[in-house]
């Protein structure tokens, strides 16, 4: 049963204020919302780069920032403070949501996990390979991984547009495709993104997060512990050659995934606490406060760290730093004079295909192939037409691929704008045929659906 609120429970009326900022917090919480913001930030980008105001964009994003003080500065453009440095909080969170999923959901056993997994790898080998059959022999194939990435917020919000209609066994199938997918991506980038390696720096990160599973070990819950030494590790790989996100994938999994007080030791603690006056009799202003911040403290004690981060930064990752990276990076700047050449690009059309043909064949195809070979079966309520639905909106490749062509094409501003311009025009497509399919073969919702999903019962 959950809980519904402050009125049920202890009698409070809201405020017109609180009901305010309820009905916004309704609104933030809708899984498309996030995704409707990324594509409004890369319309802006797109918009303003070519616009007559197109060079204050780029002198907006490559003017240098300076973090720190003296010897311990770091001067570099904003783009790479937020390529570099918020997107390592945006691998946190993918680094959370990968160990919680592992220990505790649908990747936590085998059989769970094989038909998603198996998805994944399809839709990620065949794109890579249709990008390659378009760039085979060129210095331009460094960027294979970028059609292979899918977009997991992008993904899941287009869905949730489909309410109700959509069976739940389908949502956990495209989420923990996702997250198979983001691990593979997270591997692709530290094993063939990785520049010159120092040795020296690799081993003070390595040092670094051992120190923090030590922690975890000994029972360290706070998260500011955490916080406060991740910063080294960041620095350690940003000077080591791999790239500083890893560092944020590998600093989640040192946090605690268990609570430190049991529900049941916290309820039964708090029962006893407010049961200790007698029923009736008044208690001084002071009383009530110290037993209200036992509670509290108790309270936090009781949510594992792991939960407690991705809450916190959920909404900072998906309304802030992912918006943020979208505007820095969809701009592209697009002449008439190169419109010929860029239809001609293999870049731009290896990854554009690889996005759109190349993850509905390899995750349709590999799905397919595991059942027939009788390895796994589908999950229930789910038919083949919402699977083909599903592998097309894994297409959607949008900040995974941006993130991964920054690292293939960092020197090659070019062909970095051709990669960018093939992930819109792939993504989109994948978005908008995935929904028409979806649209057309999953159930018209019924009346009580209907009226749930718009909130007005």
Same mark, same amino acid.
């Given at each position: 049963?959950?809980?519904?609120?402050?009125?049920?429970?202890?009698?409070?009326?809201?405020?017109?204020?609180?009901? =305010?900022?309820?009905?916004?917090?309704?609104?933030?919480?809708?899984?498309?919302?996030?995704?409707?913001?990324?594509?409004?930030?890369?319309?802006?980008?797109?918009?303003?780069?070519?616009?007559?105001?197109?060079?204050?964009?780029?002198?907006? !994003? !490559?003017?240098?920032?300076?973090?720190?003080?003296?010897?311990?500065?770091?001067?570099?453009?904003?783009?790479?403070?937020?390529?570099?440095?918020?997107?390592?909080?945006? !691998?946190?969170?993918?680094?959370?949501?990968?160990?919680?999923? =592992?220990?505790?959901?649908?990747?936590? #056993?085998?059989?769970?996990?094989?038909?998603?997994?198996?998805?994944?790898?399809?839709?990620?080998?065949?794109?890579?390979?249709?990008?390659?059959?378009?760039?085979?022999?060129?210095?331009?194939?460094?960027?294979?991984?970028?059609?292979?990435? #899918?977009?997991?917020?992008?993904?899941?919000?287009?869905?949730?547009?489909?309410?109700?209609?959509?069976?739940?066994?389908?949502?956990?199938?495209?989420?923990?495709?996702?997250?198979?997918?983001?691990?593979?991506?997270?591997?692709?980038?530290?094993?063939?993104? #990785?520049?010159?390696?120092?040795?020296?720096?690799?081993?003070?990160?390595?040092?670094?997060?051992?120190?923090?599973?030590?922690?975890?070990?000994?029972?360290?819950?706070?998260?500011?512990?955490?916080?406060?030494?991740?910063?080294?590790?960041?620095?350690?790989?940003?000077?080591?050659?791999?790239?500083?996100?890893?560092?944020?994938?590998?600093?989640?999994?040192?946090?605690?995934?268990?609570?430190?007080?049991?529900?049941?030791?916290?309820?039964?603690?708090?029962?006893?606490?407010?049961?200790?006056?007698?029923?009736?009799?008044?208690?001084?202003?002071?009383?009530?406060?110290?037993?209200?911040?036992?509670?509290?403290?108790?309270?936090?004690?009781?949510?594992?760290?792991?939960?407690?981060?991705?809450?916190?930064?959920?909404?900072?990752?998906?309304?802030?730093?992912?918006?943020?990276?979208?505007?820095?990076?969809?701009?592209?700047?697009?002449?008439?004079?190169?419109?010929?050449?860029?239809?001609?690009?293999?870049?731009?059309?290896?990854?554009?295909?690889?996005?759109?043909?190349?993850?509905?064949?390899?995750?349709?195809?590999?799905?397919?192939?595991?059942?027939?070979?009788?390895?796994?079966?589908?999950?229930?309520?789910?038919?083949?037409?919402?699977?083909?639905?599903?592998?097309?909106?894994?297409?959607?490749?949008?900040?995974?691929?941006?993130?991964?062509?920054?690292?293939?094409?960092?020197?090659?501003?070019?062909?970095?704008?051709?990669?960018?311009?093939?992930?819109?025009?792939?993504?989109?497509?994948?978005?908008?045929?995935?929904?028409?399919?979806?649209?057309?073969?999953?159930?018209?919702?019924?009346?009580?659906?209907? #009226?749930?999903?718009?909130?007005?019962?």
């Amino acid at each position: 049963m959950w809980i519904e609120g402050l009125e049920r429970y202890y009698a409070c009326r809201r405020t017109p204020v609180e009901r =305010i900022q309820e009905r916004l917090r309704a609104l933030f919480e809708r899984p498309y919302v996030g995704g409707v913001l990324l594509v409004v930030c890369a319309a802006v980008a797109l918009v303003w780069a070519n616009s007559p105001w197109g060079e204050s964009y780029t002198a907006l !994003f !490559f003017t240098h920032l300076v973090v720190g003080y003296g010897d311990v500065a770091l001067s570099k453009p904003l783009v790479f403070w937020i390529n570099d440095g918020l997107m390592a909080i945006f !691998f946190f969170v993918v680094g959370l949501e990968i160990k919680q999923e =592992i220990l505790q959901g649908e990747l936590s #056993t085998w059989r769970k996990a094989s038909l998603p997994v198996f998805a994944a790898i399809g839709g990620m080998l065949v794109p890579a390979l249709i990008f390659v059959a378009f760039n085979v022999g060129m210095p331009t194939l460094r960027g294979w991984a970028i059609p292979a990435a #899918t977009d997991i917020a992008f993904a899941i919000g287009i869905l949730s547009l489909l309410g109700e209609r959509v069976p739940h066994a389908l949502r956990i199938f495209l989420l923990s495709l996702a997250i198979a997918d983001d691990i593979g991506a997270v591997v692709v980038i530290a094993l063939f993104y #990785t520049s010159e390696l120092s040795l020296g720096a690799l081993a003070v990160g390595l040092a670094g997060l051992a120190l923090l599973w030590g922690c975890n070990r000994l029972g360290v819950y706070h998260l500011g512990i955490y916080g406060v030494l991740g910063i080294p590790i960041w620095i350690a790989f940003l000077k080591s050659g791999i790239h500083p996100t890893v560092a944020g994938v590998l600093l989640a999994w040192t946090i605690p995934i268990r609570p430190r007080m049991s529900w049941e030791r916290f309820r039964e603690g708090t029962l006893r606490l407010l049961g200790e006056p007698a029923v009736g009799e008044r208690v001084s202003a002071a009383y009530a406060m110290a037993v209200v911040e036992q509670v509290e403290e108790a309270s936090i004690r009781t949510i594992p760290p792991l939960y407690r981060a991705l809450h916190g930064l959920h909404g900072w990752v998906t309304y802030g730093i992912m918006p943020l990276f979208a505007l820095a990076n969809a701009g592209v700047r697009v002449e008439v004079a190169q419109v010929a050449e860029l239809l001609h690009s293999p870049v731009l059309w290896g990854v554009a295909l690889g996005l759109f043909v190349g993850k509905q064949l390899g995750i349709f195809g590999i799905t397919w192939l595991m059942t027939r070979l009788g390895l796994a079966s589908l999950p229930a309520q789910v038919r083949w037409s919402h699977i083909y639905g599903v592998s097309l909106l894994a297409g959607i490749g949008f900040t995974m691929a941006l993130f991964i062509a920054g690292l293939a094409y960092a020197d090659a501003l070019q062909k970095l704008d051709e990669a960018k311009l093939g992930i819109l025009l792939g993504s989109f497509l994948a978005a908008v045929v995935g929904m028409v399919v979806l649209w057309r073969v999953l159930p018209q919702p019924t009346s009580r659906q209907a #009226t749930v999903a718009h909130g007005t019962e």
